[in-house]
C-alpha cells in the first residue's frame, strides 16, 4: 500500500513504522504525503485503539532529506508555501488523530522529527537517543513545528534549544517535555506495550473523547474552556459506555465488601 511507510495492524493497534532505514527515515516529498494518508485512514477506524509511531533501522527520523531541502530550494515562493503547507497537514492529521498516538524514539529525531515527537500523546524515548532542533544550523527555521514545539516544551524551552540548535540528549528532551519516558533501548517496546495495555484498560469511547477535549481546552482560552466542560462531562456521564463501566466497578466493588 505504502512505499516509504509500513503499517502494520495486529489487532487493536497500528503500527506505523518509518521506512527509509537507508536515509535515518529523513523526510520527502512521498514520505509526508504517505503519512498524511496512513493517519488521515486510521483516523477513521472504530477498531483501533491505539497507534504506534516508530522508525525502521537505525533512527525514529533525522528530518528532512537533503535531496528534498536542495529542490526546495529552487522553488518559487508560491511552491514553498504550498510546499510548507503539504508538510503542516501531514502534522494536522497526526496531531489530530482520534486514537492516542504513541512515539516509540531511538537513534535520532531531528530538525522536522521533533514536530512529530511533538504530535505523539505519548512519546517514549531509548536512552542514547539525540535529538535536536537544527534548522537554524542550515540558515533556515523551524516554522512549520514551531505551533506544535511551542505547545509541547513551551516557549523558554524552545528558545532554549531552537535558537542554538543544539543537541540533547533523553534526559534533557524529558525535562523539556518533549518525552514522557526515557528507558534502556532493550526496553523500549515493553515500555510501549504497557502504554497500550493502559489504554485497552479505559473506556474506548472515553479514551477518545478525553483526547478531543483536552485538544480543545488546549487550543482556546481558559475560560472557553472552562465554559464548555461541564456539558462535556455531563454527556460522557450519560453515555452507554460510561453507565456500563461504573455499574461495574460499583458491583465488582460490593462483592469484594461482602467477602
Known amino acids: 500500500m505504502f512505499r516509504h511507510l509500513d ?8 503500527y506505523v513504522g518509518l521506512n527509509r532505514p537507508d536515509v535515518h527515515n529523513a523526510f520527502n516529498e512521498a514520505l509526508i504525503a504517505e503519512l498524511t494518508e496512513c493517519f488521515t485512514t486510521l483516523a477513521t477506524d472504530p477498531a483501533v485503539r ?11 527520523c533525522a528530518g528532512a532529506d537533503l535531496k528534498w531541502m536542495q ?9 514553498n508555501i504550498e510546499d510548507a503547507r503539504v508538510f503542516s497537514r501531514m502534522l494536522d492529521a497526526i496531531d489530530t488523530c482520534p486514537h492516542p498516538v504513541i512515539g516509540r524514539i531511538h537513534g535520532v529525531a531531528l530538525g522536522g522529527a521533533m514536530g512529530l515527537v511533538s504530535c505523539c500523546d505519548i512519546a517514549i524515548a531509548a536512552e542514547g537517543t539525540r535529538f535536536g532542533i537544527t534548522e537554524v544550523r542550515l540558515g533556515i527555521i523551524p516554522a512549520v513545528i514551531s505551533p506544535y514545539l511551542v505547545r509541547k516544551i513551551g516557549i523558554s524551552q ?9 543537541f540533547f540528549d533523553a534526559r534533557r528532551a524529558q525535562a523539556a517535555g518533549a518525552i514522557h519516558e526515557v528507558v534502556p533501548a532493550e526496553r523500549l517496546d515493553a ?15 472515553a479514551v477518545t473523547h478525553c483526547k478531543k477535549i483536552l485538544h480543545f481546552v488546549g487550543n482556546v482560552s ?16 450519560r453515555s452507554q459506555e460510561a453507565q456500563e463501566r461504573m455499574a461495574a466497578f460499583f458491583a465488582a466493588r460490593e462483592r469484594k465488601r461482602k467477602k
Open 7 to 14: 503499517l502494520q495492524v495486529q489487532g487493536d493497534v497500528a
Open 50 to 60: 491505539a497507534v504506534v509511531l516508530f522508525g525502521h533501522g537505525k533512527s525514529f
Open 71 to 79: 529542490r526546495a530550494a529552487a522553488y518559487t515562493e508560491a511552491e
Open 158 to 166: 524552545a528558545r532554549s534549544l531552537a535558537l542554538t540548535g543544539a
Open 191 to 205: 515500555a510501549v506495550a504497557e502504554k497500550i495495555e493502559a489504554i485497552r484498560q479505559c473506556g474506548p469511547e
Open 222 to 237: 481558559f475560560e472557553e474552556g472552562k465554559e464548555a466542560m461541564p456539558r462535556e462531562l455531563a454527556l460522557r456521564r
